[in-house]
């Protein structure tokens, strides 16, 4: 192999063959290509793209350089979900649990925070006891013994993705539809699972911001988990705003557990239930759309999907009367603000990423890899797009670590959201559905 002729070849648009694109990954894992090189290369597919084939023997490659989870002890379809990342997403705490207590058996393995988005890891850290690195063993046999386990993502899967998205990350890399699918698919074949449902995210808070690009991604995803064996359902949502109310890491398990209590409603519930619905038909539960739907609605009001969830965190060693008070068992901050709306009006806009920078800055986000979070901070809404807000009543709520921090927020989320006089119309959460 010779690295400069390839990093040539694809800067010039030239299609890499699957055993050039296997050498180097290999090569780059055993430290025999250099950064500099790798980086290059990374560039040149950012500007030239990869075509299916190549993207496949990217990700093909990269599940290669590390172990792949077997979860063939377990009976029946096992499923996974994956977030290409938002703002107040939340969906992992309230789905998982939500699909296992209609039977549905999920492996998932996740990640920390990254950039101005949150990561579920993060936020279980906060819930007391839970433990987020299981071994493969205990992995395995809790998905048998409750039909849920979440892991954080384990050193010997996918090491090539662990370096490579490293890299990307601080080379202006990561943003290529070629890199997202393998980097997100390579993890989630490694994961084990038959079976991958996919939300991609759209809007100013996403990592692929306009429509097409969103689109790209997810038909690329699909169509790669067809050439590797598994049925994959993408489903493009919004994040031109956060998905939930509340940002920050304990925060959000708190409205997480709230919608399992049925205590709260908007899109975090719809959109859980929508992925959930999809995921127990792709399980050969045989139901139509609507039922299956009717069906996680049902388990939400009796309180099942609660209970599974207050099993799934004593499985992982949590404290769970996180399930009943979350509020008394959770972290809290120090200073806590609310920020009210002298003259109110409709909500007009809220900028994701405005207020995700404004959460990480307060503590919820690490500067390098080695920082610790601060768990009690963050940002909880008043209200999303088209809500009134009446005169006086609060715009949000701001938890933080010190007096000047609630000042600086302060200034943020009043800058973040809009107010408009006249009606403005509600935004649909889900976008398409492709598979
Ligand atoms: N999430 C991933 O896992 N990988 C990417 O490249 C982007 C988002
Ligand atoms: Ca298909």
């Given at each position: 192999?010779?690295?400069p002729d390839l990093i040539r070849r694809k800067r010039d648009g030239e299609e890499l063959a699957d055993e050039e694109i296997e050498e180097l990954v290999q090569g780059y894992v055993r430290g025999v290509v250099p950064d500099y090189q790798?980086?290059?290369?990374?560039?040149?597919?950012?500007?030239?793209?990869?075509?299916?084939?190549?993207?496949?023997?990217?990700?093909?490659?990269?599940?290669?350089?590390?172990?792949?989870?077997?979860?063939?002890?377990?009976?029946?379809?096992?499923?996974?979900?994956?977030?290409?990342?938002?703002?107040?997403?939340?969906?992992?705490?309230?789905?998982?649990?939500?699909?296992?207590?209609?039977?549905?058996?999920?492996?998932?393995?996740?990640?920390?925070?990254?950039?101005?988005?949150?990561?579920?890891?993060?936020?279980?850290?906060?819930?007391?006891?839970?433990?987020?690195?299981?071994?493969?063993?205990?992995?395995?046999?809790?998905?048998?013994?409750?039909?849920?386990?979440?892991?954080?993502?384990?050193?010997?899967?996918?090491?090539?993705?662990?370096?490579?998205?490293?890299?990307?990350?601080?080379?202006?890399?990561?943003?290529?539809?070629?890199?997202?699918?393998?980097?997100?698919?390579?993890?989630?074949?490694?994961?084990?699972?038959?079976?991958?449902?996919?939300?991609?995210?759209?809007?100013?808070?996403?990592?692929?911001?306009?429509?097409?690009?969103?689109?790209?991604?997810?038909?690329?995803?699909?169509?790669?988990?067809?050439?590797?064996?598994?049925e994959v359902t993408a489903f493009l949502t919004d994040m031109d705003q956060p998905l939930g109310l509340a940002i920050g890491n304990a925060l959000e398990v708190i409205e997480a557990v709230e919608v399992l209590q049925g205590k709260?409603?908007?899109?975090?519930?719809?959109?859980?239930?929508?992925?959930?619905?999809?995921?127990?038909?792709?399980?050969?539960?045989?139901?139509?759309?609507?039922?299956?739907?009717?069906?996680?609605?049902?388990?939400?009001?009796?309180?099942?999907?609660?209970?599974?969830?207050?099993?799934?965190?004593?499985?992982?060693?949590?404290?769970?009367?996180?399930?009943?008070?979350?509020?008394?068992?959770?972290?809290?901050?120090?200073?806590?603000?609310?920020?009210?709306?002298?003259?109110?009006?409709?909500?007009?806009?809220?900028?994701?990423?405005?207020?995700?920078?404004?959460?990480?800055?307060?503590?919820?986000?690490?500067?390098?890899?080695?920082?610790?979070?601060?768990?009690?901070?963050?940002?909880?809404?008043?209200?999303?797009?088209?809500?009134?807000?009446?005169?006086?009543?609060?715009?949000?709520?701001?938890?933080?670590?010190?007096?000047?921090?609630?000042?600086?927020?302060?200034?943020?989320?009043?800058?973040?959201?809009?107010?408009?006089?006249?009606?403005?119309?509600?935004?649909?959460?889900?976008?398409?559905?492709?598979?």
């Amino acid at each position: 192999m010779h690295v400069p002729d390839l990093i040539r070849r694809k800067r010039d648009g030239e299609e890499l063959a699957d055993e050039e694109i296997e050498e180097l990954v290999q090569g780059y894992v055993r430290g025999v290509v250099p950064d500099y090189q790798m980086a290059a290369f990374l560039m040149a597919v950012y500007f030239q793209g990869m075509n299916e084939r190549e993207t496949a023997a990217l990700t093909r490659a990269m599940v290669r350089s590390g172990g792949v989870v077997d979860l063939s002890s377990v009976p029946g379809v096992k499923l996974d979900k994956h977030s290409t990342g938002g703002v107040a997403d939340t969906t992992t705490l309230v789905l998982l649990p939500l699909v296992a207590s209609a039977g549905v058996a999920v492996a998932k393995m996740s990640g920390r925070g990254l950039g101005y988005t949150g990561g579920t890891i993060d936020k279980l850290e906060s819930v007391p006891g839970f433990r987020t690195h299981l071994s493969a063993v205990e992995f395995v046999a809790q998905v048998r013994r409750i039909g849920l386990a979440l892991t954080a993502q384990s050193r010997e899967l996918t090491p090539a993705d662990q370096q490579l998205y490293a890299l990307r990350d601080v080379t202006a890399t990561v943003e290529s539809p070629a890199l997202i699918a393998s980097s997100v698919m390579s993890k989630k074949i490694a994961g084990g699972a038959d079976k991958i449902v996919l939300d991609v995210k759209v809007g100013r808070g996403a990592l692929l911001p306009d429509e097409r690009g969103a689109r790209d991604l997810a038909e690329r995803m699909v169509r790669l988990g067809e050439r590797m064996g598994r049925e994959v359902t993408a489903f493009l949502t919004d994040m031109d705003q956060p998905l939930g109310l509340a940002i920050g890491n304990a925060l959000e398990v708190i409205e997480a557990v709230e919608v399992l209590q049925g205590k709260a409603w908007g899109e975090l519930r719809e959109l859980s239930v929508a992925i959930g619905a999809e995921m127990v038909r792709m399980a050969g539960v045989e139901v139509d759309a609507a039922e299956a739907l009717r069906l996680l609605e049902a388990k939400l009001d009796r309180g099942e999907a609660l209970d599974m969830f207050r099993r799934w965190i004593e499985a992982q060693g949590g404290d769970g009367r996180v399930a009943e008070d979350p509020r008394r068992f959770l972290p809290k901050a120090a200073h806590v603000r609310v920020v009210t709306a002298a003259a109110g009006g409709y909500i007009q806009d809220i900028d994701p990423k405005r207020l995700g920078r404004l959460v990480q800055s307060l503590g919820a986000g690490r500067r390098r890899k080695e920082d610790v979070v601060d768990l009690s901070v963050g940002v909880v809404l008043g209200g999303k797009v088209g809500d009134r807000i009446p005169d006086g009543e609060p715009l949000a709520v701001i938890h933080a670590r010190s007096l000047q921090d609630l000042d600086l927020a302060e200034r943020e989320v009043r800058s973040a959201i809009i107010l408009s006089r006249d009606p403005v119309p509600r935004r649909p959460v889900i976008l398409d559905r492709i598979s």
